[in-house]
Every structure is written in C-alpha cells, then in structure tokens.
T-cell receptor, first 118, second 112 residues
Framework: DAGVIQSPRHEVTEMGQEVTLRCKPISGHNSLFWYRQTMMRGLELLIYFNNNVPIDDSGMPEDRFSAKMPNASFSTLKIQPSEPRDSAVYFC????????????????FGPGTRLTVT | GNSVTQMEGPVTLSEEAFLTINCTYTATGYPSLFWYVQYPGEGLQLLLKATKADDKGSNKGFEATYRKETTSFHLEKGSVQVSDSAVYFCALKSGGSYIPTFGRGTSLIVHP
C-alpha cells in the first residue's frame, strides 16, 4: 500500500518567494495533519483537518501560512512570502478517526519536505 | 492538559547493550500510548502502541508496558544494533481528542 506521499522532498527558495508543499494522505483516512520540525522547536503541529475541514489551525505561525484540503486525497501548505526562519522539515500525517470505536488512531507520516529559505 | 515527558538525549550505547528510554505522561481519562521512531532523513513511523493499562506493546525487539499507576510507558530493548540509531518519540492520544501529544524525542546513537 502507498503511504503518505509528499512533494517536493526538497525545496530551496529565496526569501520572499511563495512556497507550496503538497500531500496525498493514505486512501480511506479522514484526518490530516501538517507538522513542522526544527532542531530548536522540535515537532510542532501546524493545522489539522477532519473530513477535509480545518478543525484546529492554532499552530499556524502567522498569516503567511495557509493550508487547504480541497478533497480527501490532497492537501497543500502554502507560505507566502517565505522567510529564512521558515526553514524546517514539514511533515504531513494522516489517520483514520472514528468516534465511538476503540481505535488508538495512530498517525502515518510522510517522508517530509525539507525547506530551505535563503 | 495532556503532556509527555521523555528523557533528554542523546543516549549513546555500544552494540548489544540494553536500552531504556523513559517516558512519563499526564492525561485525562485513559489515553492510548505510542512510541514512534524517526530514522535519519525520514518521517516518523509507529514502532509500537498500547491502548489500556498493563498492555505491552512490542515490535522489532522493542517493548513498552502501559503503567497507569506510575503514568509511564518506558521503551526497552535487550540488545541494540547500530541500525537502531534514530530518534524515538513517545506520544499519547486521549479518546476524545483528534490531536496526539508528542514528547520532544530522544536521540539514540549505537556504536559498533
């Protein structure tokens, strides 16, 4: 089975440019998460979708960041304009959340996109 | 709120040594507990899990037991290999929450 797919794997861009990261969750999963990982701050949750609807975006650092999930098989995280402090590895993860069911809801992570903003 | 505390790393061991990585948690109700592993250049992947008190999760020689009385979920392995070098994350998820809580991660370095 294909896991979570992210593209691109690496992105190098100049400050001020727009960056779009893409994610395809595991088929059948209804929850999608975007995380950012840095040495200084560790793993941070940016935003969470359930059934394509953003549920919690309190982790989005500022208005330069936006995320969409137009359908169950695709999500984007956009940074506009990008800044050097946005340099990090961005992960997408998906999960199957079913209320009322004994399900630990483990997450499945993609390989990440390493973003470098110069 | 929920929280997960892991021992500070890095943990440095020789091959075939015994491994323990401590994890304690604070949560409401009866959370599910997880260990994830992140190999260099990769995403996190589930290593093992336990869903109720006294459950033991195990995988690839790693084990962890859900101890409700001590709110702990320590990761152990009897004989580590160089290929176990990675970052290990303890995590929990309460039944009523969509969002898991992760620890800061513990780096393990195994020397030949």
């Amino acid at each position: 089975d294909a896991g979570v797919i992210q593209s691109p794997r690496h992105e190098v861009t100049e400050m001020g440019q727009e960056v779009t990261l893409r994610c395809k969750p595991i088929s059948g999963h209804n929850s999608l998460f975007w995380y950012r990982q840095t040495m200084m701050r560790g793993l941070e949750l940016l935003i969470y979708f359930n059934n394509n609807v953003p549920i919690d975006d309190s982790g989005m650092p500022e208005d330069r960041f936006s995320a969409k999930m137009p359908n169950a098989s695709f999500s984007t995280l956009k940074i506009q304009p990008s800044e050097p402090r946005d340099s990090a590895v961005y992960f997408c993860a998906s999960s199957l959340f079913a209320s009322g069911v004994q399900n630990p809801h483990e997450q499945y992570f993609g390989p990440g996109t390493r973003l470098t903003v110069t | 709120g929920n929280s997960v505390t892991q021992m500070e790393g890095p943990v440095t061991l020789s091959e075939e040594a015994f491994l323990t990585i401590n994890c304690t948690y604070t949560a409401t109700g009866y959370p599910s507990l997880f260990w994830y592993v992140q190999y260099p250049g990769e995403g996190l992947q589930l290593l093992l899990k336990a869903t109720k008190a006294d459950d033991k999760g195990s995988n690839k020689g790693f084990e962890a037991t859900y101890r409700k009385e001590t709110t702990s979920f320590h990761l152990e392995k009897g004989s580590v290999q160089v290929s176990d070098s990675a970052v290990y994350f303890c995590a929990l998820k309460s039944g009523g929450s969509y969002i898991p809580t992760f620890g800061r991660g513990t780096s393990l370095i195994v020397h030949p």
